[in-house]
């Protein structure tokens, strides 16, 4: 079940939020904190006809109530004898606010500073105050923050156990709840309207995520990172799974301990892991084995589990490679366009590193430029290229430019990158985050180049991506919709 939060500050906007809120989820959490009057809470037990939790938390728990400590527990008395269904109360304000009528106590755990060691003292604690549920609150920056919330949940106890996490993994904990059998988890109504800052909606669970898809035997397909191009292609890949008729999901994940996250993976079944962006590194000691052709990059986007080893491969070279070939007329008659080309590929790390690799296959002049020297000159040696170094940038003529660095940015000031090298007629190809369209990109749009758009790339990969994952072709239109939509 999905419970959503609301945190109304008048009694107006109250009803009309319990109303919306219960047209979309299956329990509606009212937060009391958030008035600024002292609300009427038996007039707005009545206003639906899903179970209503009531609490009031306090900013130490996450809340922001301003009264007196008396005046809330008040507050909570008062809101039991309207008769919701449940009534959420702190640890340790527990003794002090009694059972009454038919109303459940969702005994609640909260600490703002970290995850809790002791899950099981707290559980104890909290069923020995009279608890029907026991709730846990942490911060969740990443998984490993947020693994021992989904310990708590998915173990068998006498009492059921929710949990709301705080960060981004909030997300990657309610989507394994859903899986190993939380009784709900916490979504926010809509923007502006979370009970904490970077809860998911509602609408993001239901059309991003297909949360009321997931059950028991869901597999799931973890994919790195939180940004805009993680979430086009979770949107992608999900539908994608819907319409093939099978059982998977996108499951977001922040990665921490690499050591840890291994273990993580085989305990939840996950076989496969998409990454994108500056992650391609960072995930590579999840590799047993990389693909010949791509572990002189040091870079990978898709992790695939294959006879007990995680075997890592880097497509965004190849798509990208593949897309600029093709803009470059590619033929029978012309099978290398790239032969003798000169091409200067902007960037440090991992994508810049691949993109060397994949254009002097094709016996490009490669020039390599970024705004670590040492970093750039030791590609060069390594792919037997010519080192540009970085002041030198504006000063070198290139007939492509390919933009492979996420982390560049468009100025001119101190650490920047001045768009003034690019010019008219230039071919520019950017894979730095598919599809995602960077301020460097954007500027040689500005300036006349001849353009390949970073979405032309990134349908080709997630194509390959889905291929490799499954076995079948995407299905046609999906990614066209998703982009479309963005």
Not at 111 to 137: G, I, M, T
Not at 237 to 255: D, H, K, T
Not at 337 to 352: C, H
Not at 423 to 450: C, I, M, N, W, Y
Request: glycine content about 8%.
């Amino acid at each position: 079940m999905i419970c959503i939060t609301v945190t109304p500050t008048s009694r107006t906007l109250a009803k009309a939020d319990l109303l919306n809120a219960a047209r979309h989820g299956d329990i509606v959490e009212l937060c009391l904190d958030h008035f600024l009057k002292e609300p009427d809470v038996g007039d707005l037990v009545k206003a639906i006809d899903k179970p209503l939790i009531v609490s009031c938390r306090r900013p130490e728990d996450g809340g922001q109530w301003k009264g007196s400590e008396e005046e809330r527990l008040m507050l909570l008395r008062q809101a039991i004898v309207a008769g919701p269904d449940y009534v959420e109360l702190d640890l340790d304000i527990a003794g002090k606010v009694p059972r009454f009528g038919n109303t459940k106590r969702v005994i609640s755990f909260t600490r703002l500073d970290q995850p809790e060691s002791d899950v099981n003292r707290v559980f104890y604690e909290a069923s020995n105050a009279k608890a029907d549920v026991v709730k846990f609150c942490w911060p969740t920056p990443t998984i490993d923050a947020a693994w021992p919330l989904l310990a708590a949940v998915s173990q068998k106890r006498i009492l059921p156990v929710v949990g709301m996490g705080l960060g981004p993994a909030e997300l990657t904990f309610s989507l394994l709840g859903r899986k190993y059998g939380s009784p709900w988890i916490y979504a926010a109504l809509e923007k502006g309207m979370e009970a904490h800052e970077g809860q998911a909606t509602v609408f993001e669970l239901d059309e991003t995520y297909h949360c009321r898809d997931i059950g028991p035997k869901t597999v799931f397909v973890a994919v790195a990172g939180f940004g805009p191009s993680q979430t086009a292609t979770t949107r992608i890949l999900n539908e994608a799974f819907r319409q093939s008729g099978m059982n998977v999901r996108c499951l977001p994940i922040v990665p921490g301990d690499m050591g840890r996250l291994k273990k993580m993976l085989d305990v939840l079944k996950i076989k496969a892991v998409l990454v994108s962006g500056g992650l391609g590194r960072d995930i590579l000691p999840l590799a047993d084995e990389i693909d010949k052709h791509d572990q002189h990059s040091r870079y990978i986007d898709l992790l695939l589990k294959r006879d007990d080893h995680w075997h890592g491969y880097n497509t965004l070279w190849r798509s990208g490679l593949t897309v600029l070939e093709s803009s470059l007329g590619k033929s029978d008659e012309n099978p290398r366009p790239l032969d003798r080309q000169n091409v200067m590929i902007l960037g440090n790390g991992g994508i810049a590193e691949s993109m060397v690799y994949a254009v002097r296959r094709r016996d490009g002049m490669v020039s390599i430029v970024g705004p670590n020297d040492k970093e750039a000159q030791r590609v060069a040696s390594e792919n037997e290229c010519r080192f540009v170094p970085y002041q030198s940038l504006y000063d070198t003529l290139a007939e492509v430019v390919v933009l492979a660095d996420p982390r560049l940015q468009a100025g001119h000031n101190h650490g920047q990158v001045n768009p003034s090298f690019l010019k008219p007629g230039q071919t520019v190809l950017d894979v730095s985050d598919p599809p995602r369209e960077t301020e460097l990109f954007s500027e040689a749009r500005l300036r006349g180049s001849r353009l390949i758009e970073p979405s032309d790339v990134y349908r080709h990969q997630i194509a390959a991506q889905f291929k490799a994952l499954t076995g079948r072709e995407l299905p046609a239109g999906i990614v066209d919709r998703v982009l479309e939509e963005e």
